[in-house]
């Protein structure tokens, strides 16, 4: 059963500050998800992520992929109030099939 | 264009009733998935259709069933609704035998009470 973790659950920043959310998985899969959900709305699409080494990049937000470590890591760079959000990984271990979410990490950007 | 579409967007019933969820799907998506988020979690998978028939399916009783139609748009229904069934219901939208990624409605938020 595909499982997928990330870290921390919980962030605290400051504005202006950079942080990197960690999200590990435990099987192979073909594509991996960054979602952003603020409080009683439902998903945004950040970034899908295709194979090993890939990078995106939006605004003050990058995101990377390592297959083989089963790992991929959203980065947040000089951080703003508007930043403040729920941000969940999905992992899709073929393609078409369901996506596994992880427990999110809700990001508090402070003045 | 629009995108997937979901209704209510509320909805409030009693333990033990039966609720209906909708959705339409984005302009040319021919598959779609339910997933159920409980408040503070991550959204779980509940099942996809394709051709009107379920594709796949989680770990979640047969109370919850659901349909597709001709046109794409789905129904997720669920019977002998708990309090546990309280929570977000989002329905994404996709395209098979492409690498679309999945589109997210707004969600139905379902309070059982």
């Known amino acids: 059963e595909l499982k997928v973790e990330q870290n921390p659950l919980f962030l605290s920043m400051q504005e202006g500050k950079n942080y990197t959310i960690y999200c590990n998985y435990s099987?192979?899969?073909?594509?991996l998800y960054w979602y952003r959900q603020d409080p009683g709305k439902s998903l945004e699409s950040l970034f899908v992520?295709?194979?090993?080494?890939a990078v995106k990049q939006e605004g003050r937000l990058m995101a990377s992929l390592d297959t083989k470590a089963r790992l991929s890591t959203l980065h947040i760079t000089a951080a703003v109030h508007d930043l403040s959000a729920t941000y969940f990984c999905a992992v899709e271990e073929t393609s078409g099939s369901r996506l596994t979410f992880g427990e999110g990490t809700q990001l508090t950007v402070n003045p | 264009d629009a995108g997937v579409t979901q209704s209510p967007t509320h909805l409030i019933k009693t333990r033990g009733q039966q609720v209906t969820l909708r959705c339409s799907p984005k302009s040319g998506h021919d598959t779609v998935s339910w997933y159920q988020q409980a408040l503070g979690q991550g959204p779980q998978f509940i099942f996809q259709y394709y051709e009107e028939e379920e594709r796949q399916r989680g770990n979640f009783p047969d109370r919850f069933s659901g349909h597709q139609f001709p046109n794409y748009s789905s129904e997720l229904n669920v019977n002998a609704l708990l309090l546990g069934d309280s929570a977000l219901y989002l329905c994404?939208?996709?395209?098979?035998?492409?690498?679309?990624?999945?589109?997210f409605g707004n969600g139905t938020r379902l309070t059982v009470t």
């Open positions: 994404a939208s996709s395209l098979a035998g492409f690498n679309s990624p999945l589109h």
């Open positions: 992520l295709l194979s090993n080494g």
């Open positions: 099987t192979t899969s073909d594509r």
